[in-house]
């Protein structure tokens, strides 16, 4: 423990660890000094002086904020010469202040405002003129300057250094005329610059979402979490009248810290969209009409009933997403084995067997070493990419990039290792030869196996199969094993395919010759790690017990249900038995496999009988018979589990619009109409997600306990065993080929992209860019490319057409197409499980 | 009296390296690189009293003696920001007499465990900037700077970088981060530059003319020195006079000369009945004439008058002067330069100035003088840095002693001259 400190603060003892401010032994015992320049999460800056307090024995005021404690002090916080000047300084700032208040979307939330009226001048000494200052000019689109409200502070400037790594902002100009600006002709487009808003004492900064949308004292607080990604950033939702106003930060150090991403802030205006589907939609005459829930429910229960009868109930199936809560996904799973009958049971997205949590935030926050295989937090994870430039940044953490595409994180320096796609395993191998070559690997192993296993991926032969330079290889290997705390992260695409096992192996090899912990997935989706719990696979029961006959014997029990012995069948395999008329009903909740499979489209339509229950009529939803209206994460009551595995709550913060149900709601009455109770309801036939907790607390072996009540506000870790870590082989099948493809696809999300809920948030996907294919200067040059041609990507089974962006952030021999930002679907370039698709670019 | 710091100005060509060497220069050098060991150069110079010539007159022995024992590499930094207005005798040494500063760096570097030593010199001075760079050219040539000094085994990098023009950047944090190339804000202290200055390395930052000072200390010891002066304010320093005086310019003398022997026996006596002085740069507080007759020029006498030694630039301000448009003038020197990290100066400085312009425009209220007094103590010791305070000298002292001017201003719309 740190030595302790006594001091006595206004004739009060307080004790606190060596180190600490005077402010924060203040505010440790309630002794209130007001702070403008100051922000725990930020370095001392000392520039405003409002914190300036009267401490014996040392010449005139010292700043609070950056006068450590000494034994002994005496300090005196509201002394009159202390509180002349706190006056004094409020003085000064009101003297050009321009008091927007009743305009002010700070107002009601503004330190100025409060301390004026706390501490302030209750009279103004100042007859000069104002000076005048720009105001209400766009930022960003995302951000409102008034420099005239600026007090100057640097939190904003001193945040985009400190944390996000983004030098956007600064001062320019000095006295009285300076100003917070971005660099002339320079954007201000840092996904993470909502966070300036949050940090901002006065309404210098403000929202362009929120922006006169209400008045701060009027909105209702509600604690939820992000639904965008698999961070699950902890937010709080500000309502007034039923509608999402605003979404800010909320504290939790063992998550977001108080930091969002631009994309968990700002765009939420989905929720309002007037394209929402609002009311049940069957198709009569071949188009979809509004209808009653109980006609849509009755339709759907006769026909999934009939098409059970008439053709077992292998011939049904139910696909899920990971964007739904564990309330949701538990009770679809077991829809569709209890009632249904059926295993065939799946969501878009799954992560595959062996693929585990990240670690704790806290773990990745303060690795010294961080190896991202094929993965790309500031796309996939913005606030861990966040937490990673802090680290590097500041602690000069290295950052190992594994990925044919540069990332941001490059710029770090870290080596990057530019593999040719399908060659991931040798490389990882390749790894583990040079750590045992050089004898770099912990103490203590057993590496006499391995050391044959990889004995075959010296670093000259992996540079030939992999097109990574030796020795960047074994600057990697030297990097890694050198930190004390590294941490490996890898991308769920990385372990997906036919090489996803030996991957997962090759990078447990490596994690263990290493001493680090289990490698992490970056998972993607919100809830990627819930709705595996939950059972949302066909191999799965909840808890991920698998489909023995024991464990049946017991749900079935408890379910008061015979559940199905047969196996299910993946979302692949139905959508295959699908197109081969073997599959004719499917029920998918908030999914879009008609953009994300790559036979999607077309075996959706070879359907009898298709029920979508979403937000939107996505081009899923178009190809349904009945369509069910889905609550937003916003509008139902919940838990999502988190990519590090922290199980955390999600409060109704809106009525669902007309006649929009959660998606939970929907499974419970639809079972409810087919004849079956399948748990969650209580006496007035509400659906309770609450209860629903309960079970599955009972039936999921990680969730034992769990309910809403321990949950809290900040969530609790749930932790599902690993595999026993030991070296395992494994094998490198080099890639086919295909000489008239000549290119590998790489794809990846971005952030901003055109997925349902993102282009349908007004004023974000303003930020979405066009579709394009990037492309290397050297194959461009081949094949006479100039960068915004408009080309096409063609491989043996589709193409796309798209404009060229000529960049050597991919690398040669490689074409990156993002997801998400065409309305032709991508994935359709590419044959379900290969390893890498092949393709060739020409030019319209 | 003879010369030491002034010595080679006047002498033709004395900016030229075998002008000075031909004068006995870098003597003193190879003395200090054959006969001393750096702490015992530190030790010399902590004997002879040597007080900062940038404007607070901190010994420089006792600065050189907080560096971390053991920590490198660590740099030195010459501060020829010379910003003050008032002040300009640093200009005449860097103009006349390069190599001796130069000659003062390297000596100061070696004390102090220097590999690397800066001159950090105010972009205005175009002229003495590139006379500096060809000075350090010169002696890179002759093996004064450069790898191996004299054979001595001592290598040593000098830079010369030209500021942007800010005063700030002449307070020694400020200073750093301009020459580390960002913007010229002050610094948190502590960390203090001795322990982490520039690139967060221990770094000495010295006045022109107090790093000038070294080699003389080297050549004829600290009794010497001490020789010179008073007792707490031992030595020679250089005196800048303007304003109505006959012959203004600068001068040596030892410290504690008579004031009035600067302004009657070097400048020539005032050109006109003397109304006030600013000993000390612009932003010391003025004194009335009647204390100049027993003023002395040294630390302790001016701060005994209420005032300071500053920089060494006295200004004789003469009768027909309206003091209420000088500090008009100076409240909007110091708001212009005021860099705007701190609330305090930022917006005092120019509420400060704004009231000083109603008054001088005829728009002023009694109830004026309290407020600007006011003001002052609201900025007075709550500033980040001292260029807050700075701002108040002129306006705290014009009011003390011209009082009844401010009123007259005031009450008649006008100027009392
Ligand atoms: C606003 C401000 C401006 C300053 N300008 C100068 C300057 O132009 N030259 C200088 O030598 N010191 C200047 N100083 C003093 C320096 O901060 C520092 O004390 C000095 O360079 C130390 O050198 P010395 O100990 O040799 O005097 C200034 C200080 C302040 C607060
Ligand atoms: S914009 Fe806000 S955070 Fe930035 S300096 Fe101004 S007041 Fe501070
Ligand atoms: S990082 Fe992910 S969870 Fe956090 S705000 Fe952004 S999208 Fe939401
Ligand atoms: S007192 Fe404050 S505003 Fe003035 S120059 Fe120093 S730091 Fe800047
Ligand atoms: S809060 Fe302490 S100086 Fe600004």
Same mark, same amino acid.
């Given at each position: 423990?740190?030595?302790?400190?006594?001091?006595?603060?206004?004739?009060?003892?307080?004790?606190?660890?060596?180190?600490?401010?005077?402010?924060?032994?203040?505010?440790?015992?309630? %002794?209130?000094?007001?702070?403008?320049?100051?922000?725990?999460?930020?370095?001392?800056?000392?520039?405003?002086?409002?914190?300036?307090?009267?401490?014996?024995?040392?010449?005139?005021?010292?700043?609070?904020?950056?006068?450590?404690?000494?034994?002994?002090?005496?300090?005196?916080?509201?002394?009159?010469?202390?509180?002349?000047?706190?006056?004094?300084?409020?003085?000064?700032?009101?003297?050009?202040?321009?008091?927007?208040?009743?305009?002010?979307?700070?107002?009601?939330?503004?330190?100025?405002?409060?301390?004026?009226?706390?501490?302030?001048?209750?009279?103004?000494?100042?007859?000069?003129?104002?000076?005048?200052?720009?105001?209400?000019?766009?930022?960003?689109?995302?951000?409102?300057?008034?420099?005239?409200?600026?007090?100057?502070?640097?939190?904003?400037?001193?945040?985009?250094?400190?944390?996000?790594?983004?030098?956007?902002?600064?001062?320019?100009?000095?006295?009285?005329?300076?100003?917070?600006?971005?660099?002339?002709?320079?954007?201000?487009?840092?996904?993470?610059?909502?966070?300036?808003?949050?940090?901002?004492?006065?309404?210098?900064?403000?929202?362009?979402?929120?922006?006169?949308?209400?008045?701060?004292?009027?909105?209702?607080?509600?604690?939820?979490?992000?639904?965008?990604?698999?961070?699950?950033?902890?937010?709080?939702?500000?309502?007034?009248?039923?509608?999402?106003?605003?979404?800010?930060?909320?504290?939790?150090?063992?998550?977001?810290?108080?930091?969002?991403?631009?994309?968990?802030?700002?765009?939420?205006?989905?929720?309002?969209?007037?394209?929402?589907?609002?009311?049940?939609?069957?198709?009569?005459?071949?188009?979809?009409?509004?209808?009653?829930?109980?006609?849509?429910?009755?339709?759907?229960?006769?026909?999934?009933?009939?098409?059970?009868?008439?053709?077992?109930?292998?011939?049904?199936?139910?696909?899920?997403?990971?964007?739904?809560?564990?309330?949701?996904?538990?009770?679809?799973?077991?829809?569709?084995?209890?009632?249904?009958?059926?295993?065939?049971?799946?969501?878009?997205?799954?992560?595959?067997?062996?693929?585990?949590?990240? &670690?704790?935030?806290? +773990?990745?926050?303060?690795?010294?070493?961080?190896?991202?295989?094929?993965?790309?937090?500031?796309?996939?994870?913005?606030?861990?990419?966040?937490?990673?430039?802090?680290?590097?940044?500041?602690?000069?953490?290295?950052?190992?990039?594994?990925?044919?595409?540069?990332?941001?994180?490059?710029?770090?320096?870290?080596?990057?290792?530019?593999?040719?796609?399908?060659?991931?395993?040798?490389?990882?191998?390749?790894?583990?030869?040079?750590?045992?070559?050089?004898?770099?690997?912990?103490?203590?192993?057993?590496?006499?196996?391995?050391?044959?296993?990889?004995?075959?991926?010296?670093?000259?032969?992996?540079?030939?199969?992999?097109?990574?330079?030796?020795?960047?290889?074994?600057?990697?290997?030297?990097?890694?094993?050198?930190?004390?705390?590294?941490?490996?992260?890898?991308?769920?695409?990385?372990?997906?395919?036919?090489?996803?096992?030996?991957?997962?192996?090759?990078?447990?090899?490596?994690?263990?010759? %290493?001493? !680090?912990?289990?490698?992490?997935?970056?998972?993607?989706?919100?809830?990627?790690?819930?709705?595996?719990?939950?059972?949302?696979?066909?191999?799965?029961?909840?808890?991920?017990?698998?489909?023995?006959?024991?464990?049946?014997?017991?749900?079935?029990?408890?379910?008061?249900?015979?559940?199905?012995?047969?196996?299910?069948?993946?979302?692949?395999?139905?959508?295959?038995?699908?197109?081969?008329?073997?599959? +004719?009903?499917?029920?998918?909740? !908030?999914?879009?496999?008609?953009?994300?499979?790559?036979?999607?489209?077309?075996?959706?339509?070879?359907?009898?009988?298709?029920?979508?229950?979403?937000?939107?009529?996505?081009?899923?939803?178009?190809?349904?018979?009945?369509?069910?209206?889905?609550?937003?994460?916003?509008?139902?009551?919940?838990?999502?589990?988190?990519?590090?595995?922290?199980?955390?709550?999600?409060?109704?913060?809106?009525?669902?619009?007309?006649?929009?149900? &959660?998606?939970?709601?929907?499974?419970?009455?639809?079972?409810?109409?087919?004849?079956?109770?399948?748990?969650?309801?209580?006496?007035?036939?509400?659906?309770?997600?609450?209860?629903?907790?309960?079970?599955?607390?009972?039936?999921?072996?990680?969730?034992?306990?769990?309910?809403?009540?321990?949950?809290?506000?900040?969530?609790?870790?749930?932790?599902?065993?690993?595999?026993?870590?030991?070296?395992?082989?494994?094998?490198?099948?080099?890639?086919?080929?295909?000489? /008239?493809?000549?290119?590998?696809?790489?794809?990846?999300?971005?952030?901003?992209?055109?997925?349902?809920?993102?282009?349908?948030?007004?004023?974000?996907?303003?930020?979405?860019?066009?579709?394009?294919?990037?492309?290397?200067?050297?194959?461009?040059?081949?094949?006479?490319?100039?960068?915004?041609?408009?080309?096409?990507?063609?491989?043996?089974?589709?193409?796309?057409?798209?404009? /060229?962006?000529?960049?050597?952030?991919?690398?040669?021999?490689?074409?990156?197409? &993002?997801?998400?930002?065409?309305?032709?679907?991508?994935?359709?370039?590419?044959?379900?499980?290969?390893?890498?698709?092949?393709?060739?670019?020409?030019?319209? | 009296?003879?010369?030491?710091?002034?010595?080679?100005?006047?002498?033709?060509?004395?900016?030229?390296?075998?002008?000075?060497?031909?004068?006995?220069?870098?003597?003193?050098?190879?003395?200090?690189?054959?006969?001393?060991?750096?702490?015992?150069?530190?030790?010399?110079?902590?004997?002879?009293?040597?007080?900062?010539?940038?404007?607070?007159?901190?010994?420089?022995?006792?600065?050189?003696?907080?560096?971390?024992?053991?920590?490198?590499?660590?740099?030195?930094?010459?501060?020829?920001?010379?910003?003050?207005?008032?002040?300009?005798?640093?200009?005449?040494?860097?103009?006349?007499?390069?190599?001796?500063?130069?000659?003062?760096?390297?000596?100061?570097?070696?004390?102090?465990?220097?590999?690397?030593?800066?001159?950090?010199?105010?972009?205005?001075?175009?002229?003495?900037?590139?006379?500096?760079?060809?000075?350090?050219?010169?002696?890179?040539?002759?093996?004064?700077?450069?790898?191996?000094?004299?054979?001595?085994?001592?290598?040593?990098?000098?830079?010369?970088?030209?500021?942007?023009?800010?005063?700030?950047?002449?307070?020694?944090?400020?200073?750093?981060?301009?020459?580390?190339?960002?913007?010229?804000?002050?610094?948190?202290?502590?960390?203090?530059?001795?322990?982490?200055?520039?690139?967060?390395?221990?770094?000495?930052?010295?006045?022109?003319?107090?790093?000038?000072?070294?080699?003389?200390?080297?050549?004829?010891?600290?009794?010497?020195?001490?020789?010179?002066?008073?007792?707490?304010?031992?030595?020679?320093?250089?005196?800048?006079?303007?304003?109505?005086?006959?012959?203004?310019?600068?001068?040596?003398?030892?410290?504690?000369?008579?004031?009035?022997?600067?302004?009657?026996?070097?400048?020539?006596?005032?050109?006109?009945?003397?109304?006030?002085?600013?000993?000390?740069?612009?932003?010391?507080?003025?004194?009335?004439?009647?204390?100049?007759?027993?003023?002395?020029?040294?630390?302790?006498?001016?701060?005994?008058?209420?005032?300071?030694?500053?920089?060494?630039?006295?200004?004789?301000?003469?009768?027909?002067?309206?003091?209420?448009?000088?500090?008009?003038?100076?409240?909007?020197?110091?708001?212009?330069?005021?860099?705007?990290?701190?609330?305090?100066?930022?917006?005092?400085?120019?509420?400060?100035?704004?009231?000083?312009?109603?008054?001088?425009?005829?728009?002023?209220?009694?109830?004026?003088?309290?407020?600007?007094?006011?003001?002052?103590?609201?900025?007075?010791?709550?500033?980040?840095?001292?260029?807050?305070?700075?701002?108040?000298?002129?306006?705290?002292?014009?009011?003390?002693?011209?009082?009844?001017?401010?009123?007259?201003?005031?009450?008649?719309?006008?100027?009392?001259?």
């Amino acid at each position: 423990m740190e030595p302790l400190v006594t001091l006595t603060i206004d004739d009060r003892e307080v004790t606190v660890p060596a180190g600490t401010t005077v402010l924060n032994a203040a505010k440790s015992v309630g %002794i209130e000094i007001p702070t403008l320049c100051y922000y725990e999460k930020l370095a001392p800056f000392g520039g405003c002086r409002i914190c300036l307090v009267e401490i014996e024995k040392m010449r005139g005021l010292q700043t609070a904020c950056t006068t450590v404690v000494r034994p002994d002090m005496v300090v005196r916080t509201a002394s009159p010469e202390v509180l002349k000047t706190r006056k004094a300084i409020l003085e000064f700032l009101l003297t050009n202040h321009p008091l927007d208040c009743p305009v002010c979307d700070k107002g009601g939330e503004c330190d100025l405002q409060d301390f004026v009226f706390k501490w302030g001048p209750t009279e103004s000494r100042y007859i000069e003129e104002k000076r005048h200052k720009r105001k209400a000019y766009a930022l960003s689109p995302l951000i409102v300057k008034d420099e005239e409200r600026c007090v100057l502070c640097r939190r904003c400037v001193r945040y985009l250094e400190e944390w996000a790594d983004d030098l956007q902002l600064d001062y320019f100009e000095r006295g009285r005329l300076t100003r917070v600006d971005t660099f002339p002709g320079q954007p201000f487009d840092s996904v993470f610059s909502g966070n300036t808003i949050d940090i901002c004492p006065v309404g210098a900064l403000t929202s362009r979402v929120f922006r006169f949308r209400a008045r701060s004292w009027e909105l209702e607080k509600v604690p939820s979490v992000c639904a965008y990604c698999g961070v699950g950033c902890n937010i709080t939702l500000d309502v007034k009248t039923n509608k999402l106003r605003r979404i800010s930060g909320r504290e939790n150090p063992a998550v977001n810290d108080g930091w969002l991403c631009d994309k968990g802030r700002f765009a939420h205006q989905y929720i309002d969209s007037p394209e929402r589907i609002t009311r049940p939609l069957v198709r009569k005459d071949g188009e979809l009409r509004p209808a009653s829930w109980d006609e849509a429910l009755n339709l759907v229960s006769q026909r999934l009933r009939e098409i059970v009868r008439e053709s077992g109930p292998r011939s049904v199936g139910g696909v899920g997403s990971a964007t739904v809560t564990n309330e949701a996904a538990y009770l679809f799973q077991k829809f569709v084995r209890t009632v249904l009958g059926t295993n065939n049971v799946d969501h878009l997205g799954r992560l595959p067997d062996g693929a585990r949590p990240l &670690p704790s935030m806290t +773990e990745v926050r303060e690795a010294d070493a961080i190896l991202l295989f094929g993965a790309d937090t500031l796309e996939e994870a913005p606030v861990i990419e966040l937490f990673i430039r802090r680290a590097a940044n500041l602690k000069g953490t290295k950052v190992i990039v594994a990925n044919p595409r540069r990332i941001n994180l490059t710029r770090y320096g870290g080596p990057w290792l530019a593999y040719r796609p399908g060659t991931e395993v040798a490389l990882l191998n390749g790894l583990a030869h040079v750590i045992l070559a050089e004898g770099l690997h912990k103490e203590g192993r057993r590496v006499a196996e391995l050391k044959e296993w990889v004995k075959d991926y010296p670093p000259d032969k992996v540079e030939e199969i992999t097109a990574v330079p030796a020795e960047t290889l074994r600057e990697a290997a030297r990097v890694l094993t050198e930190a004390q705390k590294a941490v490996l992260i890898y991308g769920p695409d990385t372990v997906r395919g036919p090489n996803g096992q030996a991957c997962l192996t090759a990078l447990n090899n490596l994690a263990l010759l %290493i001493g !680090a912990h289990e490698p992490g997935c970056l998972a993607q989706e919100p809830n990627s790690w819930g709705v595996l719990d939950m059972g949302l696979a066909p191999h799965l029961y909840p808890g991920r017990q698998r489909l023995d006959d024991k464990v049946r014997e017991r749900l079935g029990k408890r379910w008061k249900a015979q559940l199905p012995s047969e196996a299910g069948l993946g979302l692949d395999e139905m959508l295959k038995a699908a197109l081969d008329g073997e599959l +004719e009903a499917l029920y998918i909740m !908030a999914a879009n496999p008609a953009m994300d499979h790559p036979i999607g489209d077309e075996a959706l339509e070879k359907l009898k009988f298709l029920v979508v229950q979403d937000l939107f009529l996505t081009e899923t939803a178009q190809l349904a018979d009945v369509v069910l209206p889905a609550a937003s994460f916003a509008e139902a009551d919940g838990t999502f589990t988190n990519m590090a595995g922290r199980v955390q709550r999600l409060h109704q913060a809106l009525r669902p619009l007309a006649e929009v149900k &959660p998606h939970g709601q929907i499974i419970v009455d639809l079972a409810r109409v087919m004849g079956q109770e399948i748990g969650a309801t209580m006496p007035l036939e509400h659906y309770s997600p609450q209860a629903v907790m309960e079970e599955i607390a009972r039936v999921a072996a990680p969730y034992e306990g769990l309910s809403y009540g321990s949950l809290g506000d900040d969530g609790i870790p749930v932790t599902t065993e690993g595999g026993t870590r030991r070296f395992a082989q494994a094998d490198f099948r080099p890639p086919a080929t295909d000489a /008239a493809y000549p290119l590998a696809l790489v794809t990846g999300r971005l952030l901003y992209d055109r997925s349902p809920l993102f282009a349908r948030s007004e004023i974000m996907r303003q930020l979405v860019p066009e579709p394009f294919v990037e492309i290397n200067p050297a194959d461009a040059e081949t094949l006479r490319i100039a960068d915004q041609d408009a080309v096409t990507v063609s491989s043996a089974r589709d193409s796309l057409e798209l404009r /060229a962006r000529v960049s050597d952030d991919i690398r040669p021999g490689c074409v990156f197409v &993002p997801l998400h930002l065409n309305e032709m679907p991508v994935v359709a370039l590419s044959e379900a499980g290969a390893a890498v698709t092949w393709v060739k670019v020409t030019k319209r | 009296m003879e010369k030491f710091l002034l010595r080679n100005v006047g002498v033709p060509n004395s900016h030229e390296i075998d002008v000075y060497i031909g004068r006995g220069g870098y003597q003193a050098l190879a003395k200090a690189l054959k006969e001393f060991e750096p702490q015992e150069l530190v030790n010399l110079v902590r004997e002879s009293g040597l007080r900062g010539r940038g404007g607070a007159g901190f010994p420089a022995g006792v600065k050189w003696s907080f560096l971390p024992k053991g920590v490198y590499p660590r740099y030195l930094v010459c501060n020829a920001d010379e910003g003050e207005p008032g002040t300009f005798k640093d200009r005449v040494l860097i103009e006349h007499d390069p190599h001796g500063l130069i000659e003062g760096i390297i000596i100061s570097s070696y004390a102090c465990e220097v590999e690397h030593a800066f001159i950090y010199i105010r972009g205005e001075y175009v002229f003495g900037a590139k006379r500096l760079e060809k000075a350090v050219a010169q002696a890179y040539e002759r093996g004064y700077l450069g790898r191996n000094i004299l054979g001595s085994g001592y290598d040593l990098e000098l830079t010369v970088h030209r500021g942007a023009g800010s005063y700030v950047c002449g307070e020694e944090t400020g200073l750093l981060t301009s020459l580390e190339g960002d913007r010229g804000h002050p610094k948190l202290k502590p960390p203090f530059p001795a322990s982490q200055g520039l690139y967060r390395k221990p770094t000495i930052i010295n006045n022109v003319e107090t790093l000038f000072n070294v080699p003389f200390i080297v050549e004829h010891g600290a009794e010497w020195y001490k020789g010179f002066g008073t007792e707490r304010s031992p030595g020679l320093k250089l005196f800048c006079i303007s304003g109505h005086v006959n012959k203004p310019g600068v001068y040596e003398l030892p410290l504690g000369t008579p004031m009035m022997t600067l302004i009657n026996d070097y400048a020539g006596g005032p050109s006109k009945p003397i109304k006030t002085v600013i000993p000390g740069g612009s932003s010391t507080p003025m004194l009335p004439p009647d204390v100049l007759e027993t003023l002395t020029l040294d630390y302790e006498a001016l701060a005994a008058a209420g005032s300071m030694l500053g920089s060494g630039a006295v200004i004789v301000v003469g009768e027909g002067t309206c003091i209420v448009r000088l500090v008009e003038r100076l409240a909007e020197f110091y708001r212009h330069e005021s860099c705007g990290k701190c609330i305090p100066c930022r917006e005092g400085t120019d509420w400060l100035y704004k009231i000083m312009h109603r008054i001088e425009h005829g728009q002023g209220r009694e109830e004026d003088i309290d407020l600007l007094l006011d003001i002052c103590d609201n900025i007075s010791g709550k500033s980040f840095c001292p260029l807050g305070d700075a701002a108040l000298g002129p306006i705290t002292s014009s009011i003390k002693h011209f009082r009844d001017e401010y009123l007259y201003h005031i009450r008649e719309r006008r100027c009392m001259v």
